[in-house]
């Protein structure tokens, strides 16, 4: 990343370099989060003794909290800014996490993934937003997929850390780590800034939540909204659906406990390679290109992982699995913010991404019911499969292209 730094010319933002690091260690710490829980719902399953569908509203109460945050953090960052957003919603999961380690239930311990899901999903598409403002165009995409790469460095770190100190100090002091990010929040108020385009758009016309919701449907907009919403839905629903069972499915393939999280740890490992190649050519190719590769490359490494009973087809299958559907994450957030101007550019990212959260409720509850119905794991993973393709297409048939498009 040596070709990153620069300084941006009259405004007081950081280089690019550190704000690419400012606000991807913020992304690492979610990812953090997110990637333990997956272990946390294995570890819990044996300690509460936990049904499937129990597993499932772990997994989905998250994902209610996300567009429920993703929603409302999106308004509120068109009207009091990107950095301010980022903050709070970064305490706001960083200390639901802390707290949760006190849980003795399975009710206290939903309600604090809620406010845990808030933070989550607020923050992730306001820190794109303001990534996508402050880069020129011609490196814009590139860059956000790069923020998107410290997703994978999070993912490794709750691998980790779960591999490691679950099975010997127990889930509890696996969330205390997780609550540490709070404190990261005292530096990135001091390191972060709101980008040059959004203050003069702010000074220049005041926002109303309504009127940003009403334009995000408009004629103007709606062939992008509808694009987004659908991709954003079918991504996030198979994306928690296999992702938060990852470890427990590779159990119920037959492995134990212990070698599943090292398992989904090797796989965790290809996530950093797919956002890399992704970051690389989503300034060749263009956005369209890249998202419909590593989307259909997502929806065959799902089915064969799905039908991989073996340890070589079962890791190969699932490092595929990673390399692509990181990838296709990473081009999706450097493409969604890119749809519209920026005065209903956090309304409409925000609501696309809560929407998608609506997905992913019924990812992980799906898996739970299905598999307490005693489906199989490839007939589960095949409607993943199918999801995939689904948001493929969208993006073939509404999508547009947006490589080095100026920011309106």
Partial sequence: ?????????????????????????????????????????AALKTEWNLSG?????????????????????????????????????????????????????????????????????????????????????????????????FWAGGW??????????????????????????????????WNIHDSQTFLTQRQARKTNAIKNIVTVWSKTYIRQTVMLWILWFCIVFSYYGMFLWLPSVVVLKGFDLIHSFGYVLIMTLAQLPGYFSAAWLIEKWGRKPVLIIYLLGTAVSAYFFGTAETLAPL????????????????????????????VIRGTGTGMAAAFGRIGGIFGPLLVGYLIARQFSITAIFSIFCASIVIAALAVLILGRETKNKELA
């Fill in 1 to 41: 990343m040596s070709s990153i730094p620069r300084r941006f010319a009259a405004t007081g933002t950081p280089s690019e370099a550190r704000l690419l690091g400012v606000a991807g260690f913020a992304w690492l710490f979610d990812a953090m989060d997110v990637g333990m829980l997956s272990f946390i719902i």
């Fill in 53 to 149: 569908i129990q597993m499932g509203w772990i997994g989905s109460i998250s994902s209610i909290g996300m567009a429920v945050g993703a929603f409302v953090f999106g308004l509120l960052a068109d009207r009091s800014g990107r950095k301010f957003v980022l903050i709070l919603t970064l305490l706001l999961f960083s200390l639901g996490s802390g707290f949760s380690a006190l849980a003795t239930g399975f009710g206290f311990f939903l309600i604090l993934r809620f406010i845990i899901g808030m933070g989550l999903g607020g923050e992730l598409p306001v820190a794109s937003t303001l990534v996508s403002e402050s880069v020129p165009a011609e490196k814009r995409g590139r860059i956000v997929v790069l923020l998107e790469s």
């Fill in 156 to 189: 490794i770190l709750s691998a980790l850390i779960s591999y490691f100190i679950i099975p010997d100090f127990g889930w509890r002091a696996a969330v205390i780590i997780g609550a540490l990010p709070a404190l990261y929040a005292i530096y990135l108020r």
């Fill in 315 to 342: 890791l190969t299958s699932g490092i595929l699995l990673s390399f692509f559907n990181l990838g296709a994450w990473g081009a999706l957030y450097a493409y969604s913010p890119e749809q519209y101007p920026t």
